[in-house]
C-alpha cells in the first residue's frame, strides 16, 4: 500500500480538509476496489479517520461500510484506526 505523508502545520483549516479528502479517497479506493482489492476493514478505518478530520461524506459512507462487516471486522478497524492516530 502506498504510504501518504500528512503535513498540516502551517495550512489551516485548508490543510484540515485536504487531508480528510485524501483520507476518504483511501477509503473509497479500499470499498470499490480501484488499484487494490476490497478491502472493508480498511475502508472502514479510512472513513473513520477523514470523519475525524471533518468529512461528513466520510462519516455517512463509514456507516453504510459497516452495515456489511461483522462485530470482529469493526473491532479491527476501529483499533487500526486508532493505532494509525496515534502514529500520526
Same mark, same amino acid.
Given at each position: 500500500?502506498?504510504?501518504?505523508?500528512?503535513?498540516?502545520?502551517?495550512?489551516?483549516?485548508?490543510?484540515?480538509?485536504a487531508?480528510?479528502?485524501?483520507?476518504?479517497?483511501?477509503?473509497?479506493?479500499?470499498?470499490?476496489?480501484?488499484?487494490c +482489492?476490497?478491502?472493508?476493514?480498511?475502508?472502514?478505518?479510512?472513513?473513520?479517520? +477523514?470523519?475525524?478530520?471533518?468529512?461528513?461524506? +466520510?462519516?455517512?459512507?463509514?456507516?453504510?461500510?459497516?452495515?456489511?462487516?461483522?462485530?470482529?471486522?469493526? +473491532?479491527?478497524?476501529?483499533?487500526?484506526?486508532?493505532?494509525?492516530?496515534?502514529?500520526?
Amino acid at each position: 500500500m502506498a504510504r501518504f505523508e500528512m503535513l498540516d502545520a502551517g495550512f489551516g483549516d485548508i490543510g484540515n480538509n485536504a487531508q480528510a479528502d485524501i483520507l476518504f479517497e483511501l477509503g473509497m479506493m479500499y470499498a470499490t476496489g480501484r488499484d487494490c +482489492a476490497v478491502d472493508m476493514v480498511a475502508a472502514h478505518k479510512w472513513f473513520n479517520i +477523514a470523519a475525524i478530520k471533518g468529512s461528513d461524506r +466520510a462519516a455517512r459512507l463509514r456507516g453504510e461500510v459497516a452495515a456489511s462487516m461483522t462485530k470482529l471486522e469493526i +473491532a479491527r478497524a476501529l483499533r487500526e484506526a486508532r493505532e494509525w492516530m496515534t502514529m500520526h
